[in-house]
């Protein structure tokens, strides 16, 4: 059996006690966390968000990329949420990461190499990486609310939050 | 004081309960989410997942874009992940959306319009959409695994998952 029959089975439970129908599309609390896609980082409990608070954009890394920036400009402009929290964290699959040695893996894996243009979305400084999202947000002119747009690293080993920018 | 202040006041009391510092990169169950930023929606609920379960992708729409597949090319070939579903769903502030009229309420605010090329992902059919999402996932050439890749659409009324491709 595939594991995403077992997820369905936990679905059934979850329409079981299912309880907020009723909520609002835009989000309650008007804030948006950009993070990994990162297994250890469960978003609502490491910031105590309940359904309805906060719409969560997820990606290798955490990074700003083009389809974070067209996600947030619908979140801002048509959803009426107004911060941003960027969130990478240690311990990072993309920290480091060697591109050149994954695109090989994939050309073996495929029998030819990837379309040379594919970047992964490596970096080589965590800190570093959180500024550089951060300031691409701050700088795009596709956002209607660029004041509260802040940077911070998740610490996988403690689940805490350290601000970075 | 900002909503951001106020969620790092309640991570404060997630780290003080924390007790999963031990968990590994690679998703336990080997399985990756791609679903909608939307607000009301909880993954880890709404698929029973416990932290170091599983990737978790999330954009406006649930749709596969250039950055999703970059992060599913990364799950599955340096984390180890073999299976994907794919969950769009009802309610969506995608579904429908005015894209030229979005572009006319950026310019407006921002004073001139945005890019021509900038494109965000509205659809008119929900499940055409998943469907749309699927096949692009089992057409990529930067996948290892594409024969367990699954689509649904999540109701925001019930909670239920229901299959589409």
Redesign the interface.
């Known amino acids: 059996m595939?594991?995403?029959d077992?997820?369905?089975r936990?679905?059934e439970?979850?329409?079981a006690g299912?309880d907020?129908?009723e909520?609002d599309?835009?989000?309650?609390?008007?804030?948006?966390l950009v993070t990994c896609?990162?297994?250890?980082?469960?978003p609502?409990?490491?910031?105590?968000?309940t359904?309805?608070?906060?719409?969560?954009?997820?990606?290798?890394g955490g990074l700003v990329?083009?389809?974070?920036v067209?996600?947030l400009?619908?979140?801002q402009?048509?959803?009426g949420t107004?911060?941003i929290?960027v969130v990478q964290h240690t311990?990072c699959?993309?920290h480091g990461?060697d591109e050149n040695a994954?695109a090989l893996?994939?050309g073996a894996?495929?029998g030819?190499p990837?379309n040379a243009n594919?970047?992964?979305?490596a970096f080589t400084d965590l800190d570093t990486s959180v500024r550089a999202s951060v300031a691409r947000l701050r700088a795009t002119?596709?956002l209607?609310h660029q004041d509260?747009i802040?940077g911070f690293v998740y610490e996988?080993?403690?689940?805490?939050?350290r601000e970075v920018s």
Chains 1, 2 share one sequence.
């Open positions: 595939s594991m995403i077992e997820l369905l936990n679905n439970q979850f329409t299912f907020h129908a909520l599309a835009s989000p309650a609390r008007q804030v948006v896609m990162d297994a250890r980082i469960d609502a409990a490491a910031l105590g968000l359904p309805g608070d906060a719409h969560v954009l997820r990606n290798a990329t083009d389809d974070v067209r996600s400009a619908i979140s402009h048509a959803l107004r911060e929290m311990q699959g993309m990461l994954l893996k994939i894996a495929k030819h990837p594919v970047r992964f979305g002119d596709l209607l509260r802040r996988v080993e403690t689940g805490r939050l």
